[in-house]
């Protein structure tokens, strides 16, 4: 197993649309996150969690102000690098790591997990070829089935450094025309509306060429499997993206097993292509069996729109780009292990900068063109001059496609924030993720009345609070019960219990003062000890003790 | 005279073909077949047979259970008819659920009886030759170790033996059923009560009847002395709650990743689809082996001949031509065998996700059946059920009274008073030993009858006419004799696996070429569909149908006398090749 920070071979630098990092920048940052062990030796250190496909190690720093109680913490899980597209998370994971270390007093009794480059595969990928960026792991798959294996991947065949897109002018009858150039900016592209007499009048390929002769273009590219889309809830079968089975991939096997056996991970942060800050999920679809909702339970769209107020304070996010949750890895954390999950792109189009003095702002009933995500990127790239961002479509003679034209947005240029940008954006995550530590849930017991109702008789009544901002699951996770629950025990032996369950199982807490009630009826004997236990997963239990009545001992942490 | 020479006739066949009868057939092992075996005794009936049948079988330990236990696929195989991975191949297994015996004794018994037959009796010995068999006999061998050296039920293990918490308490496997009475199974708990539900039958005391809920003809209410408390146990964690967290306590029969769903919405389907070492290497296993054709997994109880699928909301992934295939079949073992019924698991049984045969049927694209070995309704062979009486009359005077145990009367810690006993593990779900036999050679045989269906190709006609300027049409028509398609609807529609070939290889570089190719849509028709690319190697994504055929055409240019050699290949049939040459002029 290689070492996640030493890179493949033959290390390149990309095309850096804007100025985003080079390749390298990903070994770079993952040989940082080593270096950080080194420099905190009493607060970091760092694991394998599992291997890549391709056998590259899947670090995870663990950082603690006492780590040798990190395993029985709470614990905050931070992941970068699910997907190539988005080399920059791996830097801004480890760049939130940084900080965090930096100032260790913010930890308060709080584990934090970074796992800074979940996906190794891809960005060695991405490494070694420069012109486009992968998202996938290096797993063989024979995507057109022809027993061929990787054998029609896109490439630059224009020679500009870049892998674009193609739109072929005069398509044959057989593969009828799908979009066209946007009158309103022919630089994009628009779906037809026959019904306004818009017509279709070119196809969309991937640039590339059919090196296997089936007269499919750029069909069977080199690798893999989308790991951030082979978790198990709502997966897509036979989406050959998405792994012959949830969890095929050594990458999200590895992930969901840390995953699994860590109950003190009670929210996590994972950057990537999917978002649920910015575009809150619509609670309203269902799972396939109807019973639970599929991406959002409605009780926790307060807090998340909260959570998503305090993101976009802390990164300036305004926007980011759709993408479909489904088989994600922070959807599953959210609706199969009850984890507050947030998922979040980091970075999306910002504000186009101002026109220059005098110069007058389009009317704002001036035509806008169909992909309004688009318009608004190019607008972007337009005003800040980027020349690499968006590459202007030019005639090409396409080998079997014939007349193509060959342009649009460069690989990188709206997955990739410009370098400037990373370690503010590790800023941000450090400031959130700071936010999610202050807010861990911490239930406890309070409000304990004991009082005698005859001799040897006594009624106990409690309640359990959690004073933390956070539940301690969503709502999600205490619906389907799948979140640590918080446990309460009282020392007695059963027969002694008249009233009043021994053990009581709560599925959770809600956040900032979510209460339950607790009430027993005991026996004992005069001087006897009554122990109530209270118990989450995540943190070390906490004992409460009465004698006669009265209250002796709270909140004493068991070892 | 006439009846003189056909007795002669009669008689000279039967010395010609020793197994024309219905003799047992002799061969190298001596296992019986009229008991259980627990899980050593399971590895050593596999051994002997292995040993017993060099040629024709291999072993391969695929993984490990929870427990260590080696998890064991036996490959039936001739190698003088080819490799196993060249031929269509049908997967058995038994025994994912621990406490379901029956399914091991028939997997191993399916191996004797096929390796006995060979070379023996006929249809047989085609089967073993025409195709491969993997063997599972136990996917579970930790949950079959425990039934039989543990306190068990005849519901319990079903589990595999990872410990697990199912009470959510922090603490795993700590409140398991207890055998209180000491007759080393878990039977069941009866409460005093003095406003019981049942009481003791007068005739036989060791039946419990359920007292009317009617009131009577005063308006009284009638009550009775016992209430039912649960399985055999104590609450050993003392949360109130008696035997809700004992070894195991998880279905790996819903974690398979078809339809998985949590526990929240399937219970016992695990943390995450394929997380127990039996199902992932199971899994991994069955997909390094595209040449699986046909499924049966066998379990226990109730007489049913299962198929998918496991919700409503999949009811679409079965099409037409598939579920005729699964009604034929079924059709065939519900003649074969006595008071079973063909089920659809959803509608005739209740929702399943994440089941292994929806797996096998949905994910891999193969007809899959599980049977449920057993049913009370053997009990009469009247195919009536049984009432409690009669149950104990066959318990009493066919078993001896070996699977019930009397009530003893107990002092409970939290019920009081307490009856403990009544059937033991061995009292339901299972074969009687002495109807062991019959119910795996039954279903052995239908078994047989799924193996016989998995496809059989053959050129049906080969066809070259000159069509003028050196250019001919050679038209092919494959055919497939047996029920399974080459390519199930579902596998086609869904893309799984790789798509049949046809392929165009010619003897010379210099031709005949292939100028144009495609499928037939009417065999008596001169057009044909040309395909976009590669004519020269057909990928026929829909296959061959199930006793069917489809004709194909090449357009190829060359020189009389030329030759090539049209060879149609899959992932799950025996490939086959015909060589052509152009004829010299019409």
């Known amino acids: ?559 | 005279m006439m009846w003189r020479a056909s007795l002669t006739c009669a008689a000279s066949c039967l010395l010609a073909s020793p197994c024309s009868g219905q003799q047992q057939i002799d061969g190298p092992t001596s296992i019986a077949w009229n008991r259980y075996y627990d899980a050593a005794e399971v590895d050593a009936v596999i051994d002997t047979l292995v040993k017993a049948y060099p040629s024709l079988l291999k072993i391969e330990t695929i993984g490990a259970s929870a427990q260590g236990r080696p998890l064991r696929v036996i490959t039936l195989n001739n190698p003088a008819t080819g490799s196993a991975d060249a031929k269509p191949a049908m997967w058995i297994d038994g025994n994912i659920h621990g406490n379901e015996l029956q399914a091991t004794e028939t997997v191993l018994y399916s191996i004797d009886a096929l390796c006995r037959a060979h070379g023996k009796v006929k249809p047989l010995t085609e089967l073993v030759d025409g195709c491969a068999f993997y063997f599972m006999p136990s996917m579970n061998p930790d949950g079959r170790a425990a039934w039989f050296s543990m306190q068990a039920s005849p519901h319990a293990f079903r589990t595999g033996l990872v410990p697990t918490d199912n009470d959510r308490d922090g603490a795993l496997d700590e409140d398991g059923p207890d055998d209180l009475d000491g007759d080393k199974s878990i039977g069941q708990m009866w409460r005093r009560d003095r406003f019981g539900t049942h009481r003791r039958n007068p005739r036989d005391p060791r039946i419990l009847d359920a007292v009317s809920r009617e009131p009577r003809p005063d308006g009284t209410i009638e009550y009775g002395e016992w209430s039912y408390a649960g399985t055999e146990g104590i609450d050993n964690d003392g949360d109130g709650q008696v035997n809700e967290d004992g070894a195991g306590g998880y279905d790996m029969n819903r974690n398979w990743p078809c339809d998985w769903q949590p526990d929240h919405i399937q219970g016992g389907a695990g943390e995450m689809p394929l997380c127990y070492p039996e199902t992932r290497a199971v899994a991994e296993w069955i997909l390094r082996h595209p040449n699986i054709a046909a499924s049966q997994s066998y379990h226990n109880a109730g007489g049913m001949i299962l198929r998918g699928p496991g919700a409503s909301y999949r009811e679409g992934e079965y099409s037409g031509s598939d579920r005729a295939v699964y009604d034929s079949i079924a059709a065939a073992g519900a003649e074969m065998l006595p008071f079973y019924t063909p089920m659809v698991i959803y509608k005739d049984l209740y929702t399943v996700h994440g089941g292994f045969v929806n797996w096998m049927a949905e994910s891999i694209g193969i007809i899959a059946f599980t049977d449920e070995l057993w049913t009370d309704r053997r009990i009469l062979q009247n195919g009536s059920e049984p009432t409690a009486e009669q149950m104990m009359r066959w318990r009493d005077r066919l078993l001896f009274g070996q699977t019930v145990t009397d009530w003893t009367e107990l002092q409970h810690p939290e019920f009081g008073t307490v009856l403990v006993g009544g059937p033991n593990k061995w009292s339901s779900r299972l074969p009687p030993p002495f109807m062991l036999e019959e119910e795996a050679h039954r279903n052995f045989a239908f078994t047989a009858f799924h193996a016989g269906q998995m496809p059989r190709v053959a050129f049906r006609s080969v066809d070259v006419k000159p069509i003028g300027n050196g250019v001919w049409a050679v038209t092919v028509e494959i055919m497939n004799d047996h029920r399974i398609p080459t390519r199930t609807a579902r596998a086609a529609a869904c893309s799984i696996g790789m798509p049949d070939t046809l392929t165009w290889t010619s003897a010379e570089t210099s031709g005949p070429t292939v100028v144009a190719s495609g499928p037939v849509p009417n065999r008596l028709e001169p057009a044909f569909n040309p395909v976009a690319a590669e004519p020269e190697r057909l990928r026929i994504n829909d296959g061959i149908p199930g006793l069917g055929a489809r004709a194909f055409r090449f357009l190829v240019r060359g020189n009389p006398g030329q030759k090539a050699t049209l060879r149609f290949s899959g992932e799950k049939f025996r490939a086959i090749e015909t060589d052509i040459v152009l004829p010299k002029g019409p």
């Not at chain 1, 597209?85 to 900080?99: D, N």
């Not at chain 1, 998202?135 to 896109?154: F, K, T, Y």
């Not at chain 1, 861990?440 to 005698?452: Q, S, Y």
């Not at chain 1, 640590?484 to 053990?503: D, E, F, I, N, Y």
Request: hydrophobic fraction near 40%; charge should be negative.
């Open chain 1, 1 to 559: 197993m290689r070492p996640a920070w030493m890179p493949s071979t033959l290390l390149c630098a990309a095309l850096s649309a804007h100025g985003a990092p080079p390749v390298e920048s990903v070994a770079d940052s993952l040989a940082l996150a080593r270096q950080l062990v080194t420099a905190h030796p009493r607060t970091a250190e760092i694991m394998s969690i599992g291997a890549s496909r391709g056998g590259v190690s899947i670090d995870c720093l663990r950082i603690s102000r006492d780590l040798a109680a990190a395993a029985v913490q709470p614990a905050l899980l931070v992941v970068g690098g699910l997907d190539g597209s988005r080399p920059g998370t791996v830097t801004i994971a480890v760049e939130c790591a940084k900080r965090l270390l930096a100032d260790p007093e913010k930890l308060d009794g709080v584990t934090v997990l970074v796992i800074p480059c979940a996906n190794p595969d891809a960005f060695q990928a991405n490494a070694v070829q420069s012109a486009g960026l992968s998202l996938r792991n290096a797993r063989p798959v024979d995507e057109d089935r022809d027993g061929r294996i990787d054998e029609d991947s896109p490439c630059d065949i224009n020679g500009d450094g870049v892998i674009t897109m193609m739109r072929r002018l005069a398509p044959p009858a057989e593969t009828p025309p799908t979009h066209l150039p946007d009158p309103v900016d022919p630089r994009l592209m628009r779906t037809p509306d026959p019904a306004r007499d818009i017509r279709a009048t070119c196809t969309l390929h991937v640039e590339g060429l059919d090196k296997d002769g089936d007269r499919l273009v750029a069909e069977d590219a080199v690798g893999g499997i989308d790991v951030d889309r082979n978790f198990p809830h709502m997966w897509k079968e036979f989406d050959r993206t998405a792994g012959e089975m949830p969890l095929s991939e050594p990458e999200s096997l590895a992930l969901a097993r840390f995953v699994t056996n860590r109950p003190n991970i009670y929210a996590a942060l994972v950057l990537g292509r999917t978002d649920n800050l910015l575009r809150i999920p619509d609670p309203k679809p269902r799972e396939p069996s109807g019973r639970f909702p599929a991406f959002l339970e409605e009780a926790d769209r307060p807090l998340l729109e909260e959570l998503a107020k305090r993101w976009q304070t802390a990164s300036g996010q305004k926007r980011s780009s759709e993408s479909d949750p489904s088989g994600s890895f922070a959807l599953w954390l959210y609706a199969h292990r009850g984890v507050l999950a947030m998922a979040t792109q980091a970075w999306g189009c910002p504000d186009a900068p101002p026109l220059p003095e005098g110069t007058p702002e389009p009317p704002n009933d001036a035509p806008k063109p169909q992909d309004g995500e688009s318009a608004q990127w190019l607008l972007w790239v337009d005003r800040s001059a980027l020349q690499d961002a968006f590459i202007p479509w030019k005639a090409f003679e396409h080998p079997t496609l014939g007349a193509v034209e060959i342009g649009g947005f460069a690989p990188r240029a709206r997955s990739e924030p410009p370098a400037a940008e990373l370690p503010r954006l590790g800023g941000a995550a450090a400031d959130f993720a700071s936010q999610l530590i202050a807010g861990c849930p911490k239930p406890r017991l309070t409000n304990i009345r004991a009082r005698t109702l005859a001799p040897g008789i006594t009624d106990i009544e409690a309640e359990i609070v959690n004073d933390g901002w956070l539940p301690t699951a969503p709502a999600m996770g205490r619906n389907t019960k799948r979140a640590s629950p918080v446990v309460v025990s009282l020392s007695l032996p059963k027969a002694q219990v008249q009233s009043g369950q021994r053990v009581m199982v709560f599925d959770g807490l809600e956040g900032a003062g979510g209460r339950r009630p607790l009430h027993w009826i005991v026996q004992t004997s005069p001087g006897e000890q009554i122990h109530i236990d209270l118990r989450w997963r995540p943190q070390r239990t906490l004992r409460t003790t009465i004698v006669d009545g009265a209250v002796t001992k709270s909140d004493e942490v068991l070892p």
